[in-house]
T-cell receptor, first 115, second 116 residues
Framework: AQSVTQLDSQVPVFEEAPVELRCNYS??????LFWYVQYPNQGLQLLLK??????LVKGINGFEAEFNKSQTSFHLRKPSVHISDTAEYFCAVSEASGNTGKLIFGQGTTLQVKP | DAGITQSPRHKVTETGTPVTLRCHQTENHRYMYWYRQDPGHGLRLIHYSYGVKDTDKGEVSDGYSVSRSKTEDFLLTLESATSSQTSVYFC???????????????FGDGTRLSIL
């Protein structure tokens, strides 16, 4: 079974500052990793995904994440945030060999960008 | 945006009543999922479907049932609603597994369900 831990429930940051949202996972098998963003009163939108290949993954809106197998981490980063990045961010994993695509989500991190 | 419509978007009902939520997709995707979102828990899988009439349980399936009689529709039923089922419910869809692995899920806008 897999599990996901997002280490910070809230991350306050000033506009134009860099940000890192941390995600660690636990699994006995190979996994795929995802970051989703949820704006208020909306569904989840895929930011980026790691399936294989390069461990540095670039996504939409200037976000990127690095897969670190030895540390079982998949931290999300952005070099300069905007007010519009204020949202809740979810890290998720799925079993790489499985064919159901079931996702296990972390608890979520609320990013609060201040002017 | 992926063509996913959840209905109703909001519902208030009383304990003990049956409730059915509908997810409708226009993408012809094979997989459909129902999640619930609660503060501090992220999203948790209730049930999922891997084809017409093919469904399976997720991690929080007690008190819920599902049906999929057509590719485009996935229904979630609370047989006898309880206050603990007050939550925001999300439907998601994904394509069949491709050569590069599982396809990402695309989410609807959610149904906010309150059970008094």
């Amino acid at each position: 079974a897999q599990s996901v831990t997002q280490l910070d429930s809230q991350v306050p940051v000033f506009e134009e500052a860099p940000v890192e949202l941390r995600c660690n996972y636990s699994s006995s098998v190979s996994v795929y990793l995802f970051w989703y963003v949820q704006y208020p009163n909306q569904g989840l939108q895929l930011l980026l995904k790691y399936l294989s290949g390069s461990t540095l993954v670039k996504g939409i809106n200037g976000f990127e994440a690095e897969f670190n197998k030895s540390q079982t981490s998949f931290h999300l980063r952005k070099p300069s945030v905007h007010i519009s990045d204020t949202a809740e961010y979810f890290c998720a994993v799925s079993e790489a060999s499985g064919n159901t695509g079931k996702l296990i989500f972390g608890q979520g991190t609320t990013l609060q960008v201040k002017p | 945006d992926a063509g996913i419509t959840q209905s109703p978007r909001h519902k208030v009902t009383e304990t003990g009543t049956p409730v059915t939520l509908r997810c409708h997709q226009t993408e012809n995707h094979r997989y459909m999922y129902w999640y619930r979102q609660d503060p501090g828990h992220g999203l948790r899988l209730i049930h999922y479907s891997y084809g017409v009439k093919d469904t399976d349980k997720g991690e929080v399936s007690d008190g819920y049932s599902v049906s999929r009689s057509k590719t485009e529709d996935f229904l979630l039923t609370l047989e006898s609603a309880t206050s603990s089922q007050t939550s925001v419910y999300f439907c998601a869809i994904s394509r069949d597994r491709g050569p590069n692995g599982n396809q990402p899920q695309h989410f609807g806008d959610g149904t906010r369900l309150s059970i008094l």
